[in-house]
């Protein structure tokens, strides 16, 4: 329908045209002395498009001709792009695919080839981890260097990048700064901050790591249960540093209650006094924190304090763990323990009871060791020997598993 209608619309233009010509019986004269020409009007007006038609190709052709260096010059850079972003994507995969040698190759003809700030800065992180890759660090430095002098929008690359392989170097000074400088760019960049959680960890620098911690817990980076164990490793380091039992309690009050209640650290923290030569502050600290479910690790350091403790924290030892004992009679190790307090205290026939009452619910290895020593201190060594033989066969039987 589109075509019909040209065809229509140039016979009706032939038409008028063709009248116009007919009706139009003037004439131009053109008068250059000593010459003078008439011409019909209907020539005249042909003539002058046709003047300005050859007008118009002519400079056509001369704005061409001006413009072919120009042309060729854009052809040359369309086709060196071409080959740049080709030898881009070849790097990529070359990378992948574990062939450093050509991927850094590839990836410094792209670069050369390139005019896109941000495809440069890409060819030379994959040139410089390519060369990582090989253990080429002159070469490594050399590509990463280059990228100072691109715009400041690839620098926080660089940075990050620059992290990751000296960090893989163990040159931690040197990889906490290239991190410093990647988070003055972007502050809150959570790759930037578990990296440099890692970097924390390896210098041994509790503190920054309890910030580090919350900040990714925040943002979901990190599971709760990572967040506790990244904790819990930042307090055992910042535990010894404290040589006064005061400032350790001090120290200890100030942890939030939830991460006290991990007996690993509670455990952790009883050790420590005792190394500091007060292992009743040890008792007292884990009867607080062992709450109204006994804890077995809490429950196990208890019992192992019985020798050491003071008679009147022994004492006390023993009435809390009696009254746990209303709602968890058939806690073993809370049985055991309450056995070693009992023989601490010269309790024989009590300390008997409470072992035996313990390998009657879990026969452990160690509630037997406790009891074979128990009644070889009373002159009972036949029955002391049985327990010998029974907690000998269970380490023969954890140790075949």
């Not at 309450?338 to 205290?345: E, I, P, V």
């Amino acid at each position: 329908m589109k075509g019909v209608s040209w065809v229509i619309g140039l016979f009706a233009l032939a038409v008028g045209l063709s009248l116009f010509a007919q009706i139009n019986t003037g004439y131009a004269i053109l008068f250059m002395p000593p010459f003078r020409v008439e011409l019909s009007l209907n020539m005249a007006i042909v003539l002058a498009l046709g003047l300005l038609a050859l007008s118009y190709m002519g400079l056509r052709m001369l704005a061409a001709a001006v413009g072919l260096p120009r042309q060729v010059a854009r052809y040359q850079r369309r086709k060196k792009l071409r080959a740049a972003r080709h030898a881009l994507a070849q790097a990529s995969l070359a990378f992948t695919e574990g062939r450093h040698q050509r991927a850094e190759r590839e990836a410094l003809q792209a670069f050369e080839g390139e005019f896109d700030p941000t495809n440069r800065a890409l060819a030379l992180v994959l040139a410089a981890r390519s060369a990582h890759a090989m253990r080429d660090n002159r070469r490594r430095d050399a590509h990463l260097a280059k990228m100072e002098s691109l715009p400041a929008a690839t620098q926080l690359a660089r940075h990050m990048v620059t992290a990751e392989m000296l960090l893989d170097e163990k040159r931690l000074g040197e990889a906490l700064a290239a991190v410093e400088a990647a988070r003055v760019l972007s502050p809150n960049l959570t790759a930037a901050l578990k990296l440099e959680l890692k970097i924390r960890q390896l210098q041994n620098t509790p503190e920054p790591v309890l910030t580090l911690t919350e900040k990714l817990l925040k943002s979901d980076a990190i599971s709760p249960e990572q967040a506790r164990r990244y904790r819990l490793a930042a307090y055992r380091e910042q535990l010894r540093q404290y040589i006064d039992p005061r400032e350790l309690r001090q120290w200890w009050q100030k942890i939030p209650a939830q991460e006290r209640q991990n007996p690993v650290l509670a455990n952790a923290v009883a050790a420590h006094y005792v190394q500091l030569g007060n292992a009743d502050a040890a008792a007292a600290l884990l009867l607080v924190e062992l709450g109204d479910t006994p804890s077995p690790e809490i429950l196990q350091t208890l019992g192992q304090l019985a020798d050491t403790v003071s008679e009147s924290v022994r004492l006390d030892m023993v009435r809390q763990g009696e009254r746990r004992l209303q709602s968890h009679s058939r806690d073993p190790d809370l049985l055991l323990m309450l056995g070693r307090l009992a023989r601490a205290q010269q309790l024989w026939g009590k300390a008997q009871s409470y072992f035996e009452a313990s390998l009657s619910i879990a026969p452990t290895l160690t509630a037997h060791a406790e009891l074979a020593q128990l009644l070889q201190s009373l002159d009972r060594p036949d029955e002391a020997r049985q327990h010998v033989e029974a907690s000998v066969a269970l380490a023969l039987a954890a140790a075949a598993t």
